[in-house]
C-alpha cells in the first residue's frame, strides 16, 4: 500500500492521464466501441431470433421475410449455402467485438486464442458462401453493388491471412493492427445497415436510390463506403495513436464524438427499422 502522498501523488497523476489528449483519445474510442458493440449484439440478436427461430421451427418461408433468396424449393445447395451463412454471420457479429476487449484479452488469453481461431474460420466461411450467393443468384439491386459487396469479401479473407500469419509469428503489433482492419472489413455489411438507416433518418425517407429496385447512386456509394470509410478512419487512428503531439489526438477525439453519435443514430434506425420487428 502506497502512503497517502504517494496515493495523491497517484490519484492526480491517473486524473491528469484522463483528460491528457492521449486520456481523451482513449475515452472516445471506447465510447464509440462499446456504441457498435450494442448495436452488433442487437444485430446478432436479430439473425438468432429470425433465422434460428424460424430453422427451429421448420419454417423455412419466414427465411424468406427479408432476403431475396432466402429459401428456394428443390434448390438444394442454394438453401445450404445460404444457410451456412447466416449461421456464420451469427457467430461472427459476437464473435468479433469479443476479440478486441483488453480486459478479456488480459485475464482470458487461452478464450482470445480460442475464440480467434473460430473467428478467422467463420471469416473465412461467411465471406467464401456470401461471394458464391453472389455468383448463385441474381443480386437484389445492381450488379456493381453486389460486386462491392463481394470485395469487401475478398478483404476479409485477405485480412484474415494477415492476422493469422502475424499472431503466428509473434508480431503482437502488426497482429493487432490487422485484427483492427479484420474487424471493420468484417463488420461491412453491418455498417450498409446502419449506413443506411442513418441516410433514411436523416433524409426522412430514400432520397438516391430506388427502393423497390434497391438501386440508384446513394447505395452504389454506401456500399463502397461500407468498408472503405471504416478503413480509412482506422488508418487515421493508427496514425494519430503513434503520433508524439496532443492536437491529433484531440482533433480525432473530437471526431469520434462525431462518429458515435452517427454510428447511434444508424444503430437506432436500423434497430428500429430493421431489426426490433422481428423480435
Ligand atoms: C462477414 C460478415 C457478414 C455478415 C455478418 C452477413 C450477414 C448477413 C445476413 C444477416 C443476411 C440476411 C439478410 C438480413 O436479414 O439482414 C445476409 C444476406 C446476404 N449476404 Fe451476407 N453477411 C456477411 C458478409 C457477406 C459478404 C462478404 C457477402 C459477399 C457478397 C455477402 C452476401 C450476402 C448476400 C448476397 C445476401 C442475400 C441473400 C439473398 O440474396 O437472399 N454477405 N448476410
Redo the contacts with the bound molecule.
Sequence with gaps: MGSPIQIKKHGISTLFNRYSAEGLLKLNTEIWFVTAFIGQVIFAAY?IK?YGGASFRGDWEAWNS?????YQEGRLWSNAI?FL??FM?GV??IGGPLQLIPALRKHFPAFHRINGRIYLGV?LL??IT??L??LL?K??GSQLN?NL??F??VL?IVFSYFVYSRAKSSMVSSHRRWGLRLFMA?S???FF?IGLMFWLLVNSGPVGFDPETFEGPALTILNAAQFILPLAFLEMYFRVEKSGRDLPKVFYSMLLILLTLVTATGIFGASMM?WFPYF
Design positions: 439473425i429470425l427479408f432476403m431475396p433468396h432466402g445460404v451463412h447466416i454471420a461472427i457479429t471469416a461467411t465471406s456470401g461471394i450467393i453472389n443468384n443480386p437484389l453486389a459487396t463481394a469487401n469479401g476479409i468484417a461491412g455489411v453491418w445497415r430493421l
